[in-house]
């Protein structure tokens, strides 16, 4: 999350140790970051004590202050940039800067032990974690350049700064849940952390852990209790149907093991939630984008666009892209919001579907494109790129998902409706990161696709609550 002094020169110095010109990404987010971090978590600590909108008129003041001053203040301590250049630095890249820390209280307003937590993690969990040269020992097994003790430091004291801050604005919620909310929720920001190739990112890890953390902040024992008669017999059907689906998925070369064994344990979570109903969503999603996968999957190797290994699946797309039902699946017989987290699952599968459709037909039967942020003209599966034939297929697929939701009693017409309509903006979510951040390498694929998924959900999930 922040970059220290120390890391920053490293970083704009050469292999051979020259200094070089400081982009105007990497000048100021030591400052900036770091002044929004401690701010966030003051206003954390005064919650018991302002209203929401003295809240929120102190973020907006933290934000533009950060904006208007800041910039000049750490370019002129930074190695190499002079005072003058700091006028040169865009508002805009500053008010980004803050908008994970305005819109948490936005989003979470009758909530806001969320936020608190969640500006706690940032502040106190990534500056433990980013002590680099303090942690030694074994390496994550999903990124090599981390280790599992700055990954360990981060879950420790950002479980311990959670607590007592959650504690301190939210002193009615039970001391034992608020222990398990706040590991869970420090766990799953320390692995954002840590992902490969997703470089620091501030947004990403207030949106997937502030949500993360509000859903699971609704799971009550009485509500796996009430199902525990079910689920005994579901296991083993569960079991049972996903077994040949994945070892068929792999033998036909659709999924290689990676990807079959993943499949296999995300399908148990999806089968848990609903029995053989909310499985089939799952089986229609996979049957839907492997079909598209290989059609003109010779026309796409010509056009060096088609998926790798035949189209064989691993173990990164089968979690980016059922991870996020499968989550909302066990969150179904786990909570007493049964009705809103089957139409939360019923719009993630919608939205991966419309995503992976748009994706493989568009580069089937377009070989020119659209980048949806500028209208520019791009080849075909370019990052944020957008066709008629693709975006088309895309809401059929959507559609195919939320009706066969609707058929299956797994939510009203007007559940279905907006169900599909979350899917459709998070499929548009999915073509603006990609086209911005994915483009810019900020975001991996694979991350765009599980977030607007999230997204997706998580519409369906707000509109239904």
């Keep these: 999350m922040i970059l220290r002094p120390a890391a920053l020169r490293l970083a704009l110095r050469s292999p051979g140790g020259d200094p070089q010109p400081a982009s105007m990404s990497s000048r100021y987010?030591?400052?900036?970051?770091?002044?929004?971090?401690?701010?966030?978590?003051?206003?954390?600590?005064?919650?018991?004590?302002?209203?929401?909108?003295?809240?929120?008129?102190?973020?907006?003041?933290?934000?533009?202050?950060?904006?208007?001053?800041?910039?000049?203040?750490?370019s002129a301590k930074a190695e190499g940039v002079t005072p003058g250049e700091a006028t040169s630095s865009p508002l805009g890249h500053h008010l980004r800067k803050g908008a994970p820390f305005l819109l948490l209280p936005l989003v979470y307003r009758y909530h806001m032990h969320v936020a608190a937590a969640v500006w706690t993690l940032a502040a106190v969990g990534g500056l433990t974690a980013s002590r680099r040269a303090l942690w030694a020992g074994p390496r994550l097994f999903y990124n090599p350049a981390r280790r599992w003790s700055g990954w360990t430091a981060f879950v420790l004291t950002g479980t311990l700064a959670a607590y007592a801050v959650t504690r301190w604005t939210a002193p009615w919620l039970p001391p034992a849940k608020v222990w398990w909310l706040s590991l869970d929720a420090a766990a799953l920001a320390a692995t954002i952390e840590t992902l490969p190739n997703v470089p620091e990112n501030p947004a990403l890890l207030a949106a997937v852990t502030s949500g993360f953390l509000f859903c699971i902040s609704l799971v009550e024992p009485a509500a796996l209790h009430s199902n525990l008669p079910y689920l005994?017999?579901?296991?083993?059907?569960?079991?049972?149907?996903?077994?040949?689906?994945?070892?068929?998925?792999?033998?036909?070369?659709?999924?290689?093991?990676?990807?079959?064994?993943?499949?296999?344990?995300?399908?148990?979570?999806?089968?848990?939630?609903?029995?053989?109903k909310s499985f089939l969503l799952l089986v229609v999603f996979f049957l839907l984008?492997?079909?598209?996968?290989?059609?003109?999957?010779?026309?796409?190797?010509?056009?060096?666009?088609?998926?790798?290994?035949?189209?064989?699946?691993?173990?990164?797309?089968?979690?980016?892209?059922?991870l996020p039902g499968a989550f909302f699946a066990l969150l179904v017989i786990t909570t007493p919001h049964e009705r809103a987290f089957l139409l939360a699952l019923v719009?993630?599968?919608?939205?991966?579907?419309?995503?992976?459709?748009?994706?493989?037909?568009?580069?089937?039967?377009?070989?020119?494109?659209?980048?949806?942020?500028?209208?520019?003209?791009?080849?075909?599966?370019?990052?944020?790129?957008?066709?008629?034939?693709?975006?088309?297929a895309g809401v059929l697929a959507a559609t195919t998902i939320a009706g066969l939701g609707y058929a299956l009693r797994l939510c009203s017409l007007r559940g279905a409706t907006l169900a599909l309509l979350a899917a459709l903006a998070g499929n548009l979510a999915d073509s603006v990161l990609g086209a911005t951040l994915e483009r810019r390498s900020q975001l991996t694929?694979?991350?765009?696709?599980?977030?607007?998924?999230?997204?997706?959900?998580?519409?369906?999930?707000?509109?239904?609550?």
């Design 29 to 74: 987010p030591d400052c900036t970051e770091r002044y929004l971090l401690a701010a966030s978590l003051g206003f954390a600590l005064l919650l018991p004590f302002v209203s929401w909108y003295q809240l929120m008129g102190g973020l907006l003041l933290a934000v533009f202050t950060a904006a208007l001053i800041l910039p000049f203040a750490c």
């Design 289 to 322: 984008g492997s079909v598209a996968t290989r059609l003109g999957y010779a026309t796409k190797v010509q056009r060096g666009v088609a998926e790798p290994r035949h189209g064989a699946r691993s173990w990164r797309e089968a979690v980016a892209n059922v």
């Design 347 to 392: 719009a993630a599968f919608a939205e991966a579907a419309a995503d992976t459709v748009s994706s493989e037909i568009g580069q089937w039967l377009s070989p020119r494109a659209w980048l949806l942020t500028s209208g520019a003209p791009v080849a075909a599966g370019q990052h944020g790129a957008v066709s008629l034939p693709g975006s088309l």
């Design 232 to 276: 005994k017999l579901r296991v083993v059907l569960a079991i049972a149907a996903n077994g040949p689906l994945a070892v068929l998925a792999w033998r036909m070369g659709l999924a290689d093991r990676s990807g079959a064994a993943a499949g296999f344990v995300l399908g148990l979570a999806v089968y848990m939630g609903y029995g053989y």
């Design 445 to 465: 694929n694979g991350v765009v696709n599980f977030v607007s998924s999230s997204l997706a959900g998580g519409l369906a999930l707000a509109m239904s609550l």
